[in-house]
């Protein structure tokens, strides 16, 4: 009788710490990039615009130098959502054979007259057209990201291809001026702030952009797996209901001081770093709402298709789910 009684205890401790675990909030678990181009890390600090942070789910952005890492975490259940360029979804579905979906927007190059990548050399390098570059090395942040495939657009146009006509090489955002003015790579991918503060110092020439390379691209958006997505729908949708309110507050010219400093205290850089461009048309568009343009998705993967970035096309819509978002704007005001 009394191990009875002991086993009852313990079951009754155990069934309620079930209930105490499943009344937590869900953590998501979401890669980002360089911010702000991946501007979700910001989205969570401004805590007063949130409504469901540390209730039904709790943000916690993670940081990968690019897709291809996060394409791999996604894989190893290492993360349940994560940013991703349009090869890195086509190469998940296509050779990881990952169940994605496009759940939100975060950047597109070139929309409504807003910034993209620029593809920059020195002024005295006597390179002043794409063709120029036959024989040359080329930077970009990381192989096979929406960089890189532009680039490879542009030299397509030119007439010239990878390996054969020209060398390709990996640098990070952040050390991609230096190695230009140190002559060790003779053209750079730049994109703000690191695009603005090489021009403030003079001595450096625009090439050409993404938006010549590929007209208007859905460079960067967010991708879960879709077995995260179905089994956490109401938490879900109320992390999507705080990432589009917030969206709205950083988007609003009335907040911009304030988001302005938010962004510099998270990256540790002074504001006047952010001052010039953040959160205006010379910065990445980003959709109010963070509805993703499915149709520049699909034009951008048959294009990557057409490079031979990628075996095959997908279908971009099979391998989306804005229905989170859809629940957002009805919710909001």
Same mark, same amino acid.
């Given at each position: 009788?009394?191990?009875?009684?002991?086993?009852?205890?313990?079951?009754?401790?155990?069934?309620?710490?079930? +209930?105490?675990?499943?009344? +937590?909030?869900? #953590? =998501?678990?979401?890669?980002?990039?360089?911010?702000?181009?991946?501007?979700?890390?910001?989205?969570?600090?401004?805590?007063?615009?949130?409504?469901?942070?540390?209730?039904?789910?709790?943000?916690?952005?993670?940081?990968?130098?690019?897709?291809?890492? /996060?394409?791999? *975490?996604?894989?190893?259940? +290492?993360?349940?959502?994560?940013?991703?360029?349009?090869?890195?979804?086509?190469?998940?579905?296509?050779?990881?054979?990952?169940?994605?979906?496009?759940?939100?927007?975060?950047?597109?190059?070139?929309?409504?007259?807003?910034?993209?990548?620029?593809?920059? =050399?020195?002024?005295?390098?006597?390179?002043?057209?794409?063709?120029?570059?036959?024989?040359? =090395?080329?930077? =970009?942040?990381?192989?096979? *990201?929406?960089?890189?495939?532009?680039?490879? *657009?542009?030299?397509?146009?030119?007439?010239?291809?990878?390996?054969?006509?020209?060398?390709?090489?990996?640098?990070?955002?952040?050390?991609?001026?230096?190695?230009?003015?140190?002559?060790?790579?003779?053209?750079?991918?730049?994109?703000?702030?690191?695009?603005? &503060?090489?021009? %403030?110092?003079?001595?450096?020439?625009?090439?050409?952009?993404?938006?010549? $390379?590929?007209?208007?691209? &859905?460079?960067?958006?967010?991708? %879960?797996?879709? +077995?995260?997505?179905?089994?956490?729908?109401?938490?879900?949708?109320?992390?999507?209901?705080?990432?589009?309110?917030?969206?709205?507050?950083?988007?609003?010219?009335?907040?911009? !001081?304030?988001?302005? &400093?938010? /962004?510099?205290?998270?990256? #540790?850089?002074?504001?006047?770093?952010?001052?010039?461009? %953040?959160?205006?048309?010379?910065?990445?568009?980003?959709?109010?709402? $963070?509805?993703?343009?499915?149709? !520049?998705?699909?034009?951008?993967?048959? &294009?990557?298709?057409?490079?031979?970035?990628?075996?095959?096309?997908?279908?971009? #819509?099979?391998?989306?789910?804005?229905?989170?978002?859809?629940? $957002?704007?009805?919710?909001?005001?």
């Amino acid at each position: 009788m009394k191990a009875l009684r002991a086993f009852l205890v313990v079951a009754a401790l155990l069934a309620l710490a079930g +209930e105490a675990a499943a009344g +937590e909030p869900l #953590k =998501v678990r979401i890669g980002y990039g360089e911010a702000p181009a991946t501007i979700t890390p910001l989205l969570f600090l401004k805590k007063e615009v949130l409504r469901h942070h540390g209730k039904s789910y709790v943000a916690d952005p993670i940081y990968f130098r690019g897709t291809t890492a /996060t394409l791999q *975490a996604l894989g190893a259940k +290492e993360l349940d959502m994560a940013y991703m360029s349009p090869a890195g979804l086509a190469h998940g579905v296509l050779n990881a054979k990952l169940d994605l979906k496009v759940v939100s927007d975060l950047a597109q190059w070139g929309t409504a007259g807003y910034h993209g990548p620029v593809y920059m =050399v020195l002024e005295d390098s006597g390179i002043r057209t794409p063709a120029d570059l036959k024989g040359k =090395v080329l930077a =970009v942040n990381v192989f096979g *990201a929406g960089v890189h495939l532009a680039l490879t *657009a542009m030299m397509k146009k030119a007439g010239l291809n990878e390996k054969a006509d020209y060398t390709v090489v990996e640098v990070r955002f952040p050390a991609m001026e230096a190695t230009l003015r140190e002559k060790k790579v003779d053209l750079i991918s730049a994109i703000p702030p690191f695009y603005y &503060q090489a021009k %403030a110092r003079g001595g450096v020439r625009d090439l050409f952009t993404s938006r010549d $390379a590929m007209g208007s691209v &859905q460079a960067l958006f967010n991708v %879960a797996r879709s +077995e995260f997505l179905q089994a956490h729908r109401a938490a879900v949708a109320d992390f999507f209901e705080d990432y589009q309110r917030a969206l709205r507050w950083f988007l609003d010219p009335a907040n911009r !001081a304030e988001a302005l &400093q938010i /962004t510099a205290n998270f990256l #540790k850089r002074p504001v006047n770093v952010f001052e010039g461009w %953040a959160f205006t048309p010379k910065d990445y568009y980003r959709d109010p709402g $963070a509805m993703p343009d499915l149709e !520049a998705l699909q034009r951008n993967i048959d &294009q990557s298709v057409e490079l031979g970035a990628l075996p095959r096309r997908i279908e971009v #819509k099979e391998h989306a789910d804005v229905s989170f978002l859809q629940e $957002a704007r009805r919710r909001l005001p």
